[in-house]
């Protein structure tokens, strides 16, 4: 059982816009600790694709974006393409873990 | 350009003592809040954060885990290591190394990861 609850799967044809939600609470998103998101294709390492809420690192296309309100969070994925088919991982701090602590994951499928 | 590549046995037996290796280039742990982390992920499960040490060796461990874990590192080898103890098959994934940079709370860059297999 995560700490961070996300969808276990999200889909979209292609050009589509899809959003992944990520839920924590008063002891990690919700007392201010910024949500981060990762990419991970089967057998890779993840690679971070949003850090602090809503910055990208050079490369990621801006068709990425991630916002955070209240205990949640979000990513959205505008213009699907074929290639974002992966698995999607949120990842905050957690002060009563005093640890960093994920989501269980979001399959996305591009139909 | 940073890397980071993890070692370590394939295999382990229920029981055994299980010591990974993270060895990274292009950064300095000893640099001013740096950190290395590890990371693991049982076959087709999330990720799951077990240990981090920082710059000045301030250690911090899963709570879950705490009582089975050592982590260390050598700056002059460029190494982090990863202890674990009385291992389980439940242990089995695939575990990464991953730098922490001054002031981030996300992992920047990961290892490749090494997949190890608890089992008699």
């Known amino acids: 059982q995560s700490v961070l609850t996300q969808p276990p799967s999200v889909s979209g044809a292609p050009g589509q816009r899809v959003t992944i939600s990520c839920t924590g609470s008063?002891?990690?998103?919700?007392?201010?600790?910024?949500v981060h998101w990762y990419q991970q294709f089967p057998g890779t390492a993840p690679k971070l694709l949003i850090y602090?809420?809503?910055n990208r690192p050079s490369g990621v296309p801006d068709r990425f974006s991630g916002s955070k309100s209240g205990t949640a969070a979000s990513l959205a994925i505008t213009g699907l393409q074929a290639e974002d088919e992966a698995d999607y991982y949120c990842?905050?701090?957690?002060?009563?873990?005093?640890?960093?602590?994920f989501g269980g994951g979001t399959k996305l499928t591009v139909l | 350009q940073i890397t980071l590549k993890e070692s370590g046995p394939t295999l382990v037996k229920p029981t055994q003592t299980l010591t990974l290796t993270c060895t990274f280039s292009g950064f300095s742990i000893s640099t001013n809040g740096v950190a290395v982390g590890w990371i693991r992920q049982p076959p087709g499960k999330a990720l799951e954060w077990l240990a981090l040490i920082y710059w000045d060796d301030d250690k911090l461990y899963s709570p879950s885990l705490k009582n089975r874990l050592t982590i260390t590192k050598d700056t002059s080898k460029n190494q982090v290591v990863l202890t674990m103890t009385n291992t389980d098959p439940v242990d089995a994934a695939t575990y990464y190394c991953?730098?922490?940079?001054?002031?981030?709370?996300?992992?920047?860059?990961w290892g490749q990861g090494t997949l190890v297999t608890v089992s008699s």
């Open positions: 008063s002891s990690n998103i919700g007392t201010g600790y910024d």
């Open positions: 602090g809420n809503s």
């Open positions: 990842q905050s701090y957690d002060s009563s873990l005093s640890g960093w602590v």
């Open positions: 991953a730098q922490k940079r001054h002031g981030a709370q996300y992992f920047d860059y």
